[in-house]
């Protein structure tokens, strides 16, 4: 063999080796790197704590994209991603081959923008869905100002600001009005669509939990639900936060606390599929808007390098030695799911995925 034909041997070679390596990454999910590609989309709620973990876990490349918990639980049942995170578990019938598995817990702000109102305003159930009916319009309304005795509520129309797109934040706010006010509860009920809200006058909308951030903010006397991993925009803006009466008829503060306290009556009996609400727990220190936080995921695969990826990286998630370790969850006020809701629960879930 002459010089240019072992040249050209050679190529053939190199040619025939990475196409090879191209085919077989395009087939079994991995990237050049020769780790896993890994999808997530969805909940607006979960999406900086996803953002922490991608870089940090080393065992697969992961992509992530704040959609809104709607588009992830559709993308993930339709196949077009590998996990879509939920604020909300899936209503109604769960599609065969898909699960909702429960990693952790947060809870929610009802936050305010009110020249003079310090945060700590109280507000009720009750309170919340007049504002949401058109019922309560004032801010010294006097069903506010009766909680409120020591506040100078100003005489000013409330601005109500709710989600435009499918969100699991929509799901726990509107759970908690259902759970506490009786006509929200036979008339509005609760779900991820912002067509539940009726229309009221001077009402606004904003996607995801960024747009209800900056629709408070731009706009004076309005009120919103808010996720409560976006403290740090909360803070930068100076919202007011409000305490909220819970079932045991006290107001109190949202802290981990209180949210760890609402969790703890419920948890204990919890069903085999992970579908679970907490709003409006029992308890005198129960904050009443806490919820699980999902992933929705194809039990099937497309191909075994994929599931075991993924079933490796939901496992790192709950652990609390990676992805529940304090230095993820306290900075962005989300709560661990105890150990035996992980033993008896989700990890029963995620050993299903196949490829």
């Known amino acids: ?94 599609p065969s081959g898909v699960e909702n598995i429960p990693i952790l817990i947060s809870y929610q702000y009802i936050c305010y923008n009110v020249p003079g109102v310090s945060t700590g305003l109280n507000l009720s159930a009750n309170i919340i869905a007049g504002i949401y009916m058109g019922t309560i319009t004032n801010w010294n309304s006097s069903l506010i100002q009766a909680a409120n005795p020591h506040a100078t509520l100003p005489n ?34 609760f779900g991820t669509s912002a067509s539940i809200f009726p229309a009221v006058s001077g009402e606004l909308t904003g996607a995801q939990n960024t ?64 579908s679970i609400a907490l709003q409006y727990a029992p308890g005198n220190n129960s904050y009443p808007i806490a919820d699980m936080e999902y992933v929705v995921v194809q039990l099937h695969q497309s191909s075994t390098s994929v599931a075991n990826a993924l079933k490796d990286f939901l496992t790192w998630v709950l652990s609390p030695s990676g992805g529940s370790q304090t230095k993820y969850l306290s900075a962005m006020n989300l709560v661990a799911l105890p150990s035996n809701v992980v033993a008896s629960v989700s990890q029963p879930m995620i050993n299903k995925i196949t490829g």
Do not use: C
């Open 1 to 94: 063999m002459n010089r240019k034909q072992t040249v050209l041997a050679i190529a053939i070679v190199v040619i025939v080796v990475v196409g090879g390596y191209a085919a077989y990454a395009s087939l079994t999910g991995g990237s050049s790197s020769g780790k896993v590609q890994l999808t997530e989309t969805g909940s607006s709620l979960l999406y900086p704590v996803f953002n922490k973990w991608a870089p940090d876990y080393k065992n697969a490349t992961i992509t992530t994209a704040s959609t809104g918990s709607g588009t992830g639980i559709s993308q993930a049942e339709a196949g077009k991603v590998n996990i879509g995170a939920s604020d909300a578990y899936i209503q109604g019938t769960v």
């Open 156 to 189: 000013h129309s409330i601005v109500p600001v709710h989600r435009s797109d499918g969100s699991g934040d929509t799901f726990m706010f509107t759970s908690f009005l259902a759970h506490g006010n009786a006509t929200w509860g036979s008339k509005y009920h």
């Open 211 to 274: 747009g209800i951030i900056n629709a408070v903010n731009a706009t004076r006397y309005s009120i919103g639900y808010i996720a409560a991993t976006y403290q740090t925009e909360i803070n930068n803006d100076h919202f007011g936060i409000a305490n909220l009466e819970n079932k045991a008829g006290f107001f109190v503060a949202p802290t981990v606390a209180n949210v760890k306290a609402a969790a703890s009556g419920y948890l204990s009996s919890i069903p085999s599929n992970g």
